[in-house]
């Protein structure tokens, strides 16, 4: 499929380019790219992508260009059955004389098709039912004819708006139901006419909701005015010229507030209330009368209608019930809706609005446009009009098609041989017969569908049954077979084995093991059986020829000598042999094909190869460690090994360490000299006494030999000195009993003022008052009882 992709995906820029080049080139140019596409639509339908195929079923699923070849000795032992499945071509090239493809003659095995007829009970296409049986991938085109009958039935409704500006139009739509229906009978003898009409919601902001108003919407007092409402279905379609006058008669203007009217709920209700508006099997015209826009869905949000419109007949007492309750429908719900019920809409509108109803014609197939005069006089000859212009152009198109099918059309008609989704004629007058290829594609094995397919504008409609054909049709006997080896039946050239049997010919007998344990021991690491080429018998591996002729081998076909690396288009470049996918080299040769002689010369740097540091293969250092370079000299990301390192490079130098004893032993890929200076330290490691080691390290060949160059001093940490701690001590120790003996000092000093200035001021006091402030009277007076005074 992707290459069919990119060669149209090709063809398209190729196009372009032609388009681009000059005029005499032009012709000669898309005449070879027409040539290039149907070459490459015959390669599409030729090949046979063959995937995962073990029965005639598959082969046929696999796509419209497999056949299976029914032959029984067609595959030879060891096989696979996907061997059968090709190109017709291909397998009788490969000698095969009876192929299991469905013939494409079957296609279509049933057909209802009645003649084509006017008259009362006209028939205007055929055939009116077909079945198909395809076959996934392959398409199937049949003839569908049309041919406009004469006096085909013709339903007429008109839907006016009954807004206060359309006051004059409606004056002269009354007069004009017998005159409508004898222009309608003059063309097609068979007519009827219905009438309704519509304004808009009675909420705000589309109408007045003041009480008085709604009963009474019309400014002018004076005249008759009927209640605001939505939509009412005023007359059901009749043939009864007088009673639609009579009928229309009774109408009132009414009105409301804003421009745009409420004309889409109002077609939604005409389209889907059939038996009520009395919709019959004929020519189906819905006349919409207006001189202003419309509202749409997502309008009704202004009155806080949220409901979206449900596509069903809302009527009661012929008035549209839910009209303040639902949204507006969209154009994309009432273009499906008229097209659903073949109703063809005819746009009578005057001159101010005709650009937003002709835009809105172009999303409504099959409708029309037509410019009222300012009173509506023109309406009888502007709906004749519309009418013959839809008529005589007819649509083909098809309704919702079931999933994996597709349909295309092409006609006899002027532009026809394009093939597109809809087949379209133009200018198709009465007793014309028009006829479309219509090809259907089912694009995978589906069960029984059916969809329908017919001109836009009639009830008339082609069923169109479809089924797959996804099963080969051999014809076989189902009975034992000596080609099984009575073990089982032959179905479709192959062996069908009975339960407990398997193998190319039946010829294994599973005993006590199940079919899918003895499968499994021919999968390696739980791959593919047998690695796809060979054949599981009894648990073991039968492997397949190769295409050259040889063999595959080894326990599960996992090898073969004839796919190594090739050199110069020699496998192994002519210097080895090929086992099992890989080159085994002859002596002096080496590569993974076999392309490079053995030497050492090109990896050579001073007697040494890759600096011992890798292999010379092919003529190139293949180094290690992560060594890099042409002769593995440098490593990029090797760090200098100096903390590693410290402990040997302290016995050489210093003689002491942990390696005191065995230094030589233990470091002796280390080579170092001691030196007086150093212009730069790569390292600087402790030694065991706490000193700092200063040295360089430079690598030799090969790895982990390093020359060493220490610096002779070490920076070893000088002692404490022991005089200046303990006087420094002292000095401190002194400095702070100084501290403290200041601090009380100043304290007691302090005290001995506040008790000063107190005694100075009890003693001014004194002065002043006659009294020692310090004495205090006896709290206690002793008397002794001896003592007189006298």
Partial sequence: MVRVQKAIYDSWISLDRCISTTEMLQAVCLRGLLLLLVGRQAYTEEQCLKASVNTCGDCIKSGPGCAWCKDLNFTKTGEQEAVRCDTVASLQKRGCSQTGIINPKNDLTKISNKPLIAGKNPVQIQPQEIQLDLRPGRPYTFELKFQRAEGYPVDLYYLMDLSYSMKDDLENVKQLGNNLLSKLK??????????????????????????????????????????????????????????????????????????PEGSLDAIMQAAVCVNEIGWGNSTRLLVLATDDGFHMAGDGKLAAILEPNQETCQLVQNKYSKSNLWDYPSVGQIARKLEEQNIQPIFAVTKKVETVYTELSKLIPKSAVGVLSEDSGNIVNLIAEAYNNL????????????????????????????????????????????????????????????????????????????????????????????????????????????????????????????????KAQCRKDNGTECEGKGD???????????????????????????????????????????????????????????????????????????????????????????????????????????????????????????????????????????????????????DKEGCWMLFTMTEQLGFDKYFVTVLKDRECPEGPNIAAIVGGSLAAVALIGLLILLIVKAVLYASDLREWKRFEKDRKHEKTSGTNPLFQNATTTVQNPTFSGD
Avoid: W
């Fill in 186 to 259: 003059d063309t097609t003898g068979n007519a009827r006419i219905g009438f309704g009409s519509f304004v808009d919601k009675t909420l705000l902001p589309y109408t007045d909701t003041n009480e008085a108003k709604l009963q009474r919407p019309c400014s002018d007092k004076s005249e008759p005015c009927q209640p605001a409402f939505g939509f009412q279905h005023v007359l059901s379609l009749t043939q009864d010229g007088n009673k639609f006058r009579d009928m229309v008669a009774k109408q009132h203007i009414s009105g409301n507030l804003d421009p």
């Fill in 536 to 686: 599981c018998l009894c648990g073991r591996c039968q492997c397949h020829n190769t295409d050259s002729g040889g063999n595959f081998y080894g326990k599960f076909c996992e090898c073969d000598d004839e796919h190594c690396e090739k050199f110069d288009n020699k496998q192994c470049a002519g210097h080895g042999q090929c086992k099992c996918g890989k080159c085994e080299c002859d002596q002096g040769y080496e590569g993974t094909a076999c392309h490079c002689a053995k030497s050492d010369e090109a990896c050579k740097i001073d007697s040494n190869v890759c600096y011992n540091r890798g292999k010379c293969v092919c003529n190139q250092c293949d180094c290690e460690r992560g060594y890099k370079g042409p002769y593995c000299k440098s490593c990029p990301t090797c760090q200098r090994p100096c903390q590693e390192s410290g402990s040997c490079v302290e016995c050489l130098a210093f003689g002491t360490g942990p390696f005191e004893k065995n230094c030589t032993a233990a470091c002796k890929h280390l080579q170092h000299t001691l030196v007086e200076k150093l212009i730069k330290n790569d390292c600087r490691v402790k």
């Fill in 391 to 518: 008529t005589s152009e007819v649509i083909m198109a098809h309704e919702a098609l079931p999933g994996s099918i597709s349909v295309k059309y092409k006609s006899n008609c002027e532009g026809g041989d394009k093939s597109s989704d809809r087949g379209k004629c133009d200018n198709v007058n009465i007793g014309k017969e028009v006829i479309f290829q219509v090809t259907v594609t089912v694009e995978k094995c589906i069960t029984s569908q059916s969809f329908l397919i017919g001109p836009l504008g009639f009830s008339e409609k082609l069923k169109v049954n479809v089924t797959t054909r996804c099963e080969c049709e051999c014809d076989d006997k189902n009975a034992p077979n000596s080609h099984c080896g009575g073990n089982g039946k032959v179905v479709c050239g192959g062996c069908s084995c009975f339960s407990g049997f398997l193998g190319q010919r039946c010829e294994c007998n599973l005993g006590q093991k199940d079919e899918a344990s003895l």
